[in-house]
């Protein structure tokens, strides 16, 4: 497939439901994403724009608690898309389609919109979240993982000892080899050629859409908290998926 049609064959699906009790009383009557910052601008706008200025336009919002605010804010700041190209910005609250409960974790949003990805028939699955504060171009992710040939490709970054204790930390002896998904630990691996940090997972992930497909399927028939970092993640590199990070 040419490179320059990767963002044209990528749909995203951006987790956008999480109650944010951290952040409370911030989000007491709104939604995590939804959360001021810098006057007029909202956590959700970091992960969009990065994906408008990578060239990705179709994007599902999966949003579930005190939405309403965040929906709105879509509404009025985010309506700069042209449907008649099939460019679009859509919220999905839970449909109830496949089972009668919200969503009970970030693999089982995924899981309950499936639906979604057979309508739109992508090759490749952008999973981000909506309360990240980061600026990233999300079209080199792309062409790693098509060059890999990957099942699943994560987006890493180097953090302190320190910060990385409540973070997923990737663990491999050098960078060729099969990286060991590590949650939270109180012992963080450090990186062999910078000993004072550690790789840590950012909630980026590029999925081939058929493997994503599998992964949440036999997650949703398993015993676990249905997370892209606790369950989909080690149980996909446990059995061998093709993985990359970068």
């Keep these: 497939m040419p ?33 001021p910052f810098g006057g007029l601008y909202r956590f959700i706008d970091f992960t969009l724009s990065n994906c408008l200025n990578s060239g990705l336009k179709r994007i599902y919002v999966l949003t579930q608690h005190q939405s309403l605010s965040l929906d709105r804010h879509l509404r009025l700041a985010w309506s700069i898309l042209h449907p008649e ?10 449909q109830l389609h496949l089972v ?31 309360d ?51 949650r939270e630990t109180g012992r963080p691996a450090p990186l062999p050629e910078r000993p004072t940090h550690a790789l840590v997972n950012m909630g980026v992930y590029v999925f081939r859409t058929e493997a994503l497909v599998r992964a949440v399927i036999a997650d949703a028939k398993a015993d676990s908290k249905h997370d892209f970092g606790h369950d989909i993640l080690p149980a996909m590199l446990g059995a061998g998926a093709c993985a990359a990070t970068t």
């Design 3 to 35: 490179t320059d049609t990767l963002p044209q064959s990528t749909l995203v699906m951006l987790l956008a439901g999480g109650q944010g009790e951290r952040l409370y009383p911030l989000t007491k009557s709104r939604a995590k994403p939804a959360v």
């Design 85 to 94: 190209l099939g460019e679009f910005i859509q919220t999905v609250p839970p």
């Design 100 to 130: 009668s409960r919200w969503y009970a974790g970030t693999a089982d949003a995924l899981f309950q919109n499936l639906h979604l990805l057979e309508e739109e028939r992508p090759r490749h699955v952008l999973v981000l979240s909506g």
């Design 132 to 182: 990240h504060i980061y600026r990233m171009d999300y079209e080199p992710l792309l062409h790693f993982h098509e060059e890999h040939g990957a099942d699943v490709t994560m987006a890493c970054t180097q953090v302190p000892l320190a910060e990385a204790t409540r973070m997923g930390v990737f663990a491999a002896r050098h960078r060729r080899a099969r990286p060991r998904l590590c």
